[in-house]
């Protein structure tokens, strides 16, 4: 079992900048692939960004040269960095991984960017 805890939301203004955490805990092998998805009201879960274990990054359009994901291996951690915040960016975020072919998800952490 993997256990997957986010922290670091919050309520900004539009311009603002917030840093997401993710923990992974539990039997935790070798990770390659991380990523943070998104869901706002109405709306299905969108992917934000992954990264493998090397450290590389992918994001949706939406949010780049304005996210940056990276992560820490040793401590099985995974950051998102969030800045020129905009009202649309407004939702909450989840950690996720895939394990054995199973996959993991946090609890949600919410953000909020007030215009």
């Known amino acids: 079992q993997v256990q997957l805890v986010e922290s670091g939301g919050g309520l900004v203004q539009a311009g603002g900048s917030l840093r997401l955490s993710c923990a992974a805990s539990?039997?935790?092998?070798?990770?390659?692939?991380m990523d943070w998805y998104r869901q706002a009201p109405g709306k299905q879960r969108e992917l934000v960004a992954t990264?493998?274990?090397?450290?590389?990054?992918n994001y949706a359009d939406s949010v780049k040269g304005r996210f940056t994901i990276s992560r820490d291996n040793a401590k099985n951690m995974v950051y998102l960095q969030m800045s020129s915040l905009r009202p649309e960016d407004t939702a909450i975020y989840y950690c996720?991984?895939?394990?054995?072919?199973?996959?993991?998800w946090g609890q949600g952490t919410q953000v909020t960017v007030s215009s």
């Open positions: 996720h991984l895939k394990q054995s072919s199973i996959d993991y």
């Open positions: 539990g039997t935790v092998f070798s990770i390659n692939v």
């Open positions: 990264t493998t274990r090397f450290g590389s990054g």
